[in-house]
Each structure stands twice: as C-alpha cells, then as structure tokens.
C-alpha cells in the first residue's frame, strides 16, 4: 500500500508541556549556554536536563537521555608549544553487542527517516548496520535564491507537494516496503514551524495507518551522530555544529547525552555569511547566480584577498565558549558602505573589491570559531572529559561544508593532539539519511521510541 498524501490539518505546534513526573520520555534539548569560568576556558551549564519531555506518550524500555551534567570549573593553564601527538580515535564494531553465533537471527531493524525542517526535504531507509538502502532529496534552494531568502509559506507549500513523491522514491530505491519497517524517525525541531509541520503530520499518518513505532528527532542531535554512521567512532567525542540555525560546541556521551560547553548567542555563522551574500548581491555576480550565499562567499573567496581587510574578533573578554555573528556581520557591513561611498556605486551594484570582502568575512568566520573550538578543547583535556589517546573533534552541520573553515579546523586538531572528523559534504547539508541514522541509533539504545504518539508537538525556531 502506497504512503498517505499529506493533507491539510494542523499538528499542535509551540512549546511541549512542562516536565512531568519520571517515566515519561526524555529527548535530547539543545538549549542553555557556556558560563564563564574564572580563570577557566570553559565553563558547562548549571546542573540542568539536556532532555526534553513529551506528553502523553509511552517509551519502549531502555535508557534514558540523561541529564545535561556541569562539568568541574577548575582553572586551566595554557598548553605548552609542543603539538601533542595526532592519534586515531578508539574504533568500535557498528554492530556492537551483536557479534557470536545467535540461535536465532533475526533480521536487521529497518528505519525511515524524514527531513523537513527547513528548506529540503529528505527521506531515507536505514538498515542497523548503518547501509543505506534508499534515499531520496528534493530542494528548494533555485525557489528561494530567486526570492532571496527562505519564505516560511512558500518552503511549507513546496513540501507539502514533494513529500509524499520523495518518501516514495526512498523506499522504491530501498526496495522495502512501510510493513517492513522498525520505526519511522522524524525531524520535530528545532526548525520552520510549517516546514516541520508537513514532516509530522506526514510521518503520523504512516504511523496510524501502519501502527508503527516513531522517533521524534533533535535536528541537531542528528548531525552530531551522523560521523558515527561514516566512521567508528566511540563516546565521548567534542562536536562542533555549524550551520545556518545554529553554533553549538557540546561533548556528545551517549546517543542522547550531550555536555553543553558553549552556543552562538546571536545568529548563526551560516546566517552571517548568507547576509553578507545578500548585502553583496552576489546572486547578480555572474560566478554565482545560481549558487546560494554562504556558496558564494566561499566560491569567491577563493581568489580573494582576505588581508585587505581586517575585522576584530568578537568575545575576546569573554572566558567562556560561545560564539557571536552579529557584531561581525555589522563590520563587513560597514566595509561594504564605506567601499560603495568610494566606487560611488549604489547597494545592489557590485563592488570590484567584492572577492576581497567575501575573503575577509570567511577569514574571520573562521577565526572566531577556530578560537573558541581550541578554547573548548583546553578545558576538555584539563578536566579530563577526553583523554589524550582518543580525543577527537567532530564537525558537522551545512557550514562544516565550507572547505575553508573544515581546513582551519583540521589544522586546529592537528595541532593539539586531536583526531578530526567530519561527515562527507553530502551529509553535512540536511537530508533523510541523517535522520535515519538517529532513528536507528535511538533503536539499538532503546530510548525514545514512541508507541503512543499522543500530544507530540513539533517545537519550532523560526529563522531571524
């Protein structure tokens, strides 16, 4: 039987009730901050629930998420000059706990993923070893670069018209059909409202129909654990998320257990560098008129000057690991009017320094986040969170794409001892394999896996 066309009918959008009781479901919620440390790096949050509740629904038996946990607040001495060794990570079999001659086997567990938080929607069916049987992607970026920028109405109408045609590709190209499934695993936030609005409804019309299992998803959870789908890489590992919505620096534990160290307390690095994009109409540069902002910037900066110019790094006083964009983007503002007054050309006119600019403002994207990784680094090998044979830096999330700012971060990790890592470009942008993967490692930990999918609510974080 063919999946269900979406149709019109709202899921219960905005916050999810406050905690109840334990026993209730507990997702993993990237929220809170980095506080300062005196005389530290890094500090972690107060003592607070890196976890968030659903209500009314029952939980398969497992392990829980457990709570987002402060980490000691010593005060760190700098790094000696010496390089420590750059060591390989502990490797581990994917399919752990599941070696030696079963008396019964069974066959692997079989997820469908569906993305729909922002502007691509995405399907997937993953097996547990971690092999992709099908996928399929549709995306919206030619719509919006001719709109200059994401329209929430817009993105929700192109999904509701692609994503039954895209869930059907990927379980056409899998080969499997809806009774096959384990579970159905979903994108529920952060993300658009109405973009993550046709996902859900979608997704629990399957479930109804098919009584099966469903996983909501943290979107960012599921780019941290997707290097664990490309590489064996064991728990605890430092991650950094980069992408247009978010800049997180947090130790990934455990499936759902996440060590905030640190956040962008503004925008996003991947929101800046689409700003500057539009400030610099690149989409009427003849190099990029078909390619999307923070595309542009880097396309361009290739054989730019980024030396012409020079920004100040934000957050120098702060003793902490978040991260700010704003100020930033109001400097290479500031440059364009000044270099626009010069040429005496009007905004939307295109400077001939422009690759210059583009230059300078992924240089100093790159610097700021450079320097508050190697920040979080420190306090994490001060206090032992990691230790020093498998200490390893994961970057994921669309701007880990930028070859640029994936080449400063490797160096960065060479340079202190740490093991680097980071999904293929493909799978760093958003797509259904991901969320999948997160389906299937929340399926093999046993937590978070709804039977009752009563009063489960998608939690937005609508774009500035």
């Known amino acids: 039987m063919a999946p269900p066309p979406p149709n019109s ?6 916050v999810c009730p406050a905690p109840r009781p334990a026993g209730r479901l507990r997702l993993g919620l990237w929220s809170g901050g980095g506080r300062a440390a005196p005389g530290g790096y890094c500090a972690a949050p107060p003592l607070q629930a890196f976890t968030h509740q659903v209500s009314g629904s029952r939980t398969a038996q497992g392990t829980r998420g457990a ?4 980490s000691p607040r010593a005060q760190l001495l700098p790094m000696g000059s010496t390089a420590l060794r750059f060591l390989q990570p502990v490797r581990h079999s994917m399919a752990a706990g599941l070696s030696g001659p079963p008396r019964h086997v069974r066959p692997p567990r079989l997820v469908l993923g569906i993305e729909t938080s922002c502007d691509d929607t995405g399907a997937a069916v993953l097996d547990e070893a971690g092999t992709v049987l099908g996928e399929a992607l549709q995306s919206q970026k030619e719509v919006h670069l001719k709109a200059g920028g994401i329209i929430p109405h817009v993105a929700q109408q192109l999904h509701r018209e692609s994503i039954q045609q895209v869930v059907k590709e990927a379980l056409s190209a899998s080969g499997v059909s809806v009774n096959e499934l384990a579970a159905i695993a979903t994108t529920v936030k952060p993300g658009l409202a109405l973009s993550l609005e046709v996902g859900l409804q979608y997704s629990l019309q399957l479930v109804d129909r098919y009584q099966k299992p469903f996983i909501p998803i943290h979107h960012m959870e599921a780019h941290a654990l997707t290097i664990r789908l ?9 991650v950094l998320l980069l992408s247009g919505g978010h800049c997180i620096l947090a130790v990934a534990r455990g499936v759902s257990d996440f060590l905030l160290l640190g956040q962008s307390i503004d925008i996003a690095p ?14 009427k540069h003849p190099e990029c008129h ?9 396309h361009l900066a290739q054989t730019g000057d980024w030396q012409q110019y020079t920004f100040r790094l934000p957050m120098q006083q702060y003793r902490n690991c978040d991260f700010s964009f704003s100020g930033l983007q109001s400097l290479v503002n500031k440059a364009i009017l000044q270099k626009e007054k010069e040429e005496g050309i009007q905004e939307g006119e295109i400077l001939s320094c422009v690759k210059d600019i583009a230059a300078a403002a992924q240089h100093v994207v790159a610097a700021h986040i ?28 669309g701007v880990a794409s930028n070859q640029y700012i994936r080449k400063g971060l490797q160096t960065l990790a060479n340079a202190n001892g740490f093991a680097f890592l980071s999904p293929p470009p493909r799978l760093c942008t958003d797509n259904g394999v991901m969320i999948a993967w997160n389906g299937i490692e929340r399926l093999r930990a046993g937590c978070g896996i709804l039977y009752s999918t009563d009063g489960i609510r998608y939690e937005p974080k609508d774009l500035p």
């Open 370 to 397: 450079i320097q508050r990784t190697h920040r979080a680094m420190l306090f994490c090998m001060k206090n032992s969170i990691l230790l020093p044979n498998t200490a390893t830096l994961v970057v994921s999330g």
């Open 9 to 14: 009918g709202n899921v219960t959008s905005g």
């Open 230 to 238: 490309t590489e064996q890489v064991e728990f605890p590992f430092l």
């Open 270 to 283: 991947g929101d800046m560098l689409d700003k500057v994009a539009r400030r610099l109409s690149l989409v």
């Open 290 to 298: 078909s390619m999307a902002g923070g595309k542009a910037i880097e």
């Open 67 to 70: 709570p987002f946990q402060a």
